[in-house]
């Protein structure tokens, strides 16, 4: 596992490199908690921890070769601050297809809960996995999502933005 941490300008940066099991994401889910509890006010935290959880849980499972990289950036020259959380993999053409798929979908409702709502309904007949990672994202951590794609490798980005954490 290789981590870095630093600011560049104004913007304060975590990333993490690694070849992660399913059982690491919670514990980084856990990490990411508590260090953003320090640094941003009001429900931020929990919505950076619940991309950072929903993001690599996808890296884990469609990475062909297991490895994954996690970036959360924190721009504090804006106020309020700018929040952008991404995750790297290598995958498959075929998830590629099915991402792209999803963001399709996505992009064409303008009402993210609503949409979400939709995809529960469908993720409770399905047998394999409930697909509801990116929609969950975008409603409850209410992020906006995108998606770079360079050969097989992906790029899941999620933004926000939240205020600073102001000192006791």
């Not at 963001?103 to 047998?127: I, N, P």
């Not at 969950?136 to 790029?155: G, K, P």
Request: proline share 3%; glycine share 4%.
């Amino acid at each position: 596992m290789q981590a870095v941490t630093g600011v560049n300008n104004q913007t304060a940066y975590c990333e993490l490199r690694f070849k992660p099991n399913v059982g690491l994401v919670s514990v980084v889910r856990r990490f990411v908690s508590a260090f953003y509890e320090r640094v941003l006010g009001g429900d931020a935290p929990e919505r950076i921890a619940l991309a950072t959880h929903e993001l690599l849980e996808n890296a884990v499972k469609y990475s062909v070769d297991n490895e994954t990289a996690l970036r959360i950036e924190v721009d504090h020259d804006k106020t309020p601050s700018e929040i952008c959380v991404r995750t790297w993999n290598r995958t498959s053409l075929e998830h590629r297809a099915t991402l792209e798929r999803r963001f399709e979908r996505l992009a064409k409702s303008t009402d993210a809960f609503g949409a979400y709502q939709e995809l529960m309904k469908v993720a409770a007949k399905r047998v394999d996995g409930s697909g509801l990672g990116l929609a969950r994202v975008r409603a409850e951590a209410d992020m906006s999502l995108a998606f770079e794609l360079d050969d097989d490798q992906v790029c899941i980005i999620a933004r926000t933005t939240a205020e600073p954490q102001v000192a006791p």
